[in-house]
């Protein structure tokens, strides 16, 4: 049984003009252990997804699903007080903004301590014994002095350490990180997802890691579900989805990375035109479409799931041998 099921995941939000469906009925599992990289553009429903998954949506947005179950339990089963007793205790969020993320009028002592306190029952000592173990595990040096101080008082990449740290207070059974390197330098970024992966074996955590690089999902992903306009277009083993992308969203995004020894130096990395559709409303075509070079008259209702062999899944009317005959007819036109 996977130890993360989500079936049909939908986030609505009302507005004036209509509904805003966010996250419109995703599927994906994350086993004991797995990380599973959710990617795609700004915009497409990523962080509204993993704040479903924790309950905490903006107030206005509504959650529904078809399944939703961590570990056995139901999640829309849950009342409030009892989704605050798993919250940082066996499944833990580390935010996207390490800036904002820590409260600036406690000390990070204060902060790592309070879901141990919280959820375990153990003393004081214990508690920032175990902090002070957590912080010297991520790389953080002088750990035990690092206690009384404020978040204004340590740089963006020591921060987002410390929510790492956080994070594991309670040794969770799922950790969700949220873009967790945005704000941080590349040679920063590269550490703190060399530290994720390393801290994933050696504690036997599932991690869901939301990010719109394809390079971090290449790195450190078990599986990979793309997402494009509130959907899951794409899905699959991190080896199948970068062998033989499937979906043309997911062929594009492959092709603004630079290759190295096939990308020249100073060429034209590709783009995708366009932009992405309005999610007020029903849609009932295929999301992509407006952007698609094989866009065809069957474009005009939602493809659906394709199923490949290896639980390899697409979402497009067209079969990739299908799209590569279109694209050799326009090229001898």
């Known amino acids: 049984m996977a130890l ?25 599992s994350v086993e004991k252990g797995e990380t599973l990289c959710i990617v795609g553009e700004s915009g497409c429903g990523k962080s509204l997804t993993s704040l479903a998954l924790m309950n905490l949506l903006p107030r206005k947005a509504r959650r529904s699903a078809e399944r939703l179950n961590f ?13 605050a007793r798993l919250r940082g205790n066996r499944m833990a969020m580390i935010f996207q903004e390490p800036m904002t993320s820590l409260n600036p009028s406690y000390t990070v002592g204060d902060q790592l301590t309070e879901a141990l306190l919280t959820h375990k029952g153990v003393s004081h000592r214990e508690a ?5 173990y957590l912080l010297e595990r991520v790389g953080i040096t002088a750990a035990a002095s690092r206690l009384g101080q404020y978040p204004h008082q340590l740089s963006g990449g020591l921060r987002q350490r410390v929510m790492i740290a956080m994070s594991l207070m309670c040794g969770p059974e799922l950790i969700i990180a949220d873009e967790p390197t945005t704000a941080l330098d590349v040679t920063i970024q590269a550490q703190i997802l060399h530290l994720l992966a390393e801290l994933q074996r050696e504690f036997g955590m599932a991690l869901v890691l939301i990010t719109h690089d394809l390079g971090v999902v290449a790195r450190i992903a078990h599986k990979v579900a793309v997402m494009y306009a509130g959907q899951v277009v794409e899905a699959g083993s991190t080896e199948a989805i970068f062998a033989a992308p499937q979906h043309p969203y997911t062929l594009g995004l492959m092709e603004c990375i630079p290759v190295p020894g096939r990308t020249e ?3 034209r990395l590709g783009s995708i035109p366009g932009i992405v559709p309005s999610l ?7 999301a992509f479409r407006g952007r698609c070079p094989f866009a065809d008259t069957p474009c005009a209702e939602d493809p659906g799931l394709r199923e490949t062999s290896g639980g390899h899944s697409y979402r497009c009317h067209f079969r990739p041998e299908e799209r590569r005959v279109t694209a050799e007819l326009e090229a001898s036109a």
């Open 4 to 28: 993360l099921e989500a079936r049909g995941l939908r986030v609505d939000i009302p507005l004036a003009g209509g509904t805003l469906h966010a996250v419109r009925g995703i599927d994906f």
């Open 71 to 83: 570990a056995g339990i139901d999640l829309q089963a849950l009342s409030e007080r009892d989704y």
């Open 128 to 132: 920032r014994e175990r902090a002070v």
């Open 265 to 267: 130096r100073g060429g």
């Open 280 to 286: 007020v409303g029903e849609m009932r075509h295929c």
